[in-house]
């Protein structure tokens, strides 16, 4: 079974730095469909290990000067608080009880939702707000808006460990749309290591993650990403998230029903 996780870690790692969508849209559900992990422990799990990935992420990015460190500072303004509460609600109400583990189910099933809609949409949300530069918020709406963004990611993180990759990027493009992508990327991924970091204390807290079946998938997972992101030069983007996109719609399908 440790062999099985592993090669799923690589599968997820591959297909992340092919497209550049979070783990937890690909880990999450895996884990609860494939493998029948509980969905509280797959969510815990897979947090623990996007602290871990995206903290290497981050490193590389700062180097470069890629990260917009004001904006990260808005998010997780709005995100670190969401996550903690988020976190003692779970904890009130019973993180491992059944009937919360279904809510859980469904919930990653509409953020799986969301990173489709983020997949298939994001070019043309950015073409539409190029296009109407007078609708762009400016000053303290737009610090408004990115605070209030980071509390619906850690909220949304938190109960589901998606929300961080495809859904963080593309409110950002919504929010600062003069941001380069690499810039968009690796903000992106800096807010998302203190919020996953946050959110995965607080599943550890409440006893689901399991340990081993974490330190398998990241066996397999830096491999493939590093490979993953090789192959993405010479494989076309557009027909990579086409085909995840249809992925995870019948992923999230499958989880409601």
């Not at 019973?94 to 509409?110: E, N, W």
């Not at 990173?115 to 949409?121: G, K, R």
């Not at 589901?160 to 409110?171: E, N, Q, R, V």
């Not at 550890?204 to 398998?216: A, P, Y």
Request: hydrophobic share 55%.
């Amino acid at each position: 079974m440790l062999l099985t996780y592993v090669v799923s870690g690589f599968a997820v790692g591959l297909l992340v730095g092919m497209t550049g969508v979070g783990g937890g849209s690909l880990m999450t559900p895996l884990l609860t469909l494939l493998f029948g992990v509980p969905p509280s422990v797959a969510v815990g799990t897979d947090l623990a290990f996007a602290a871990v990935t995206k903290s290497a992420g981050t490193v590389t990015h700062r180097l470069r000067g890629t990260i917009r460190w004001d904006i990260v500072r808005r998010l997780c303004i709005g995100a670190l608080p969401a996550a903690v509460l988020t976190t003692l609600a779970l904890k009130y109400y019973g993180a491992l009880d059944p009937k919360l583990g279904q809510l859980i189910r469904y919930s990653i099933a509409g953020s799986v939702l969301l990173t489709v809609t983020a997949l298939l949409f994001k070019t043309k949300i950015l073409a539409w707000i190029n296009a109407k530069p007078s609708r762009q918020l400016q000053g303290r709406a737009l610090m408004l808006a990115t605070v209030v963004s980071g509390a619906v990611l850690g909220v949304l993180v938190t109960v589901s460990s998606i929300g961080a990759g495809a859904i963080g990027a593309t409110l950002l493009v919504m929010l600062y749309p003069s941001m380069s992508s690499a810039e968009v990327a690796g903000t992106d991924i800096a807010y998302a290591v203190p919020l996953t970091a946050i959110a995965a204390l607080g599943h550890w807290w409440l006893g689901s993650i399991d340990w081993q079946l974490l330190g398998s998938l990241l066996i397999g997972s830096v491999p493939g990403i590093t490979l993953g992101s090789w192959a993405a030069r010479s494989v076309p983007e557009r027909y990579l998230r086409g085909l995840l996109a249809c992925t995870l719609t019948g992923v999230a399908v499958k989880l409601i029903w």
